[in-house]
């Protein structure tokens, strides 16, 4: 069965530092998301991704956040220059029909560990 | 503006008792989506259903089971004969059309933990 992956699975970096998450969504999907879970809280948008421009993003993302597709099959987050209170779980999603039909199922990928030191 | 709000934050059971968790929602919309998903320990998000505003028949799926109100705006989800592998945070979630999106509100979760 196709799946999203996500790698790292765990990735640890200084205050400061970019990091890039990368994401493979699942091959025919046309739309992208990334989401951000801080520990013991909810699960919170970030960013959507559709023909190579981002379509939507919450307040959360900033401008040290960037989405990039830059090849056909990964999706990638980068966060410029770190900082304590981006530690969290990132999800990235796909979903294969455009976000207003009903039939919309996002597939979510296991997510990364981001802890920033 | 959407809402989700999972009043229980934890719930703690034997395995075998029939648990129910609560999900009560906000929107504006009129056509919406709601959501419940499973977070194991392991952390990753596992999809259990979507349900759309315009049917309202409650759904079964083995031990899991939804009940769809919207007179009360809840989307209340039982688990019957519960097992320790239910043990995981399930988060409801709504997906409303404002402005032609459907970006999903999570709520902040409950915790269910199945003892043996």
């Known amino acids: 069965e196709p799946e999203v992956t996500q790698t790292p699975s765990h990735q640890v970096t200084q205050m400061g530092q970019e990091v890039i998450l990368r994401c493979v969504p699942i091959?025919?999907?046309?739309?992208f998301y990334w989401y951000r879970q801080i520990l013991g809280q909810k699960v919170e948008f970030l960013v959507s991704f559709y023909n190579n421009e981002i379509s939507e993003k919450s307040e959360i993302f900033d401008d040290q956040f960037s989405v990039e597709r830059p090849d056909g099959s990964n999706f990638t987050l980068k966060i410029r220059s770190t900082k304590l209170e981006d530690s969290a779980m990132y999800f990235c999603a796909s979903s294969e029909l455009l976000r207003t039909t009903i039939n919309n199922e996002q597939f979510f990928g296991p997510g990364t560990r981001l802890t920033v030191l | 503006a959407q809402k989700v709000t999972q009043a229980q934050t934890e719930i703690s059971v034997v395995e075998k008792e029939d648990v129910t968790l609560d999900c009560v929602y906000e929107?504006?919309?009129?056509?919406?989506?709601l959501f419940w998903y499973k977070q194991p320990p392991s952390g990753e998000l596992v999809f259990l259903i979507r349900r759309n505003s315009f049917d309202e028949q409650n759904e079964i799926s083995g031990r899991y089971s939804w009940n769809f109100q919207k007179s009360t705006s809840s989307f209340n989800f039982t688990i019957t004969a519960s097992q320790v592998v239910d043990s995981a945070v399930y988060f409801c979630a709504l997906s409303g059309s404002s402005g032609g999106s459907y970006i999903p509100t999570f709520g902040r979760g409950t915790s269910l933990i199945v003892h043996p």
């Open positions: 091959s025919n999907h046309l739309y």
């Open positions: 929107t504006r919309d009129t056509t919406y989506y």
